[in-house]
């Protein structure tokens, strides 16, 4: 079992920039891909990237990509999101995640463990 705490979280003006971390407990991080999600008030919970176990391979949404860098230390057991040019838009919980398979990494119903959330507000 893993256990999963995320941090950073907080509130920045539009065009800001935010670093998101999330800390696994045990010594199995690099057998999880790991996602990071996001939900805003009154929506579903949307993919946002995933990184593979050995970080060799990046995803993201269209809507963060070339503004969200996904990045993971394994030495670290910690996992981030480096999230620039941030807008209103981005505005939501987010999520970090693990998963033993990675086969569906863009579904959140394909992962395992999850963190308790980080709220991130950007201002207009």
């Known amino acids: 079992q893993v256990q999963l705490v995320e941090s950073g979280g907080g509130l920045v003006q539009a065009g800001g920039s935010l670093r998101l971390s999330c800390a696994a407990s045990g010594r199995t991080f690099s057998s999880y891909v790991m996602g990071w999600f996001r939900q805003a008030p009154g929506k579903g919970r949307l993919f946002v990237a995933a990184i593979s176990k050995s970080g060799g391979s990046t995803y993201y949404a269209d809507s963060v990509r070339g503004r969200f860098t996904i990045s993971r230390d394994n030495a670290k057991y910690t996992v981030y999101l480096e999230m620039n040019s941030l807008e209103p838009e981005d505005t939501a919980v987010y999520y970090c995640?693990?998963?033993?398979?990675?086969?569906?990494?863009?579904?959140?119903?394909?992962?395992?463990?999850w963190g308790q959330g980080a709220q991130v507000t950007v201002s207009s």
């Open positions: 995640a693990a998963d033993t398979d990675g086969t569906y990494y863009y579904t959140d119903f394909a992962y395992d463990y």
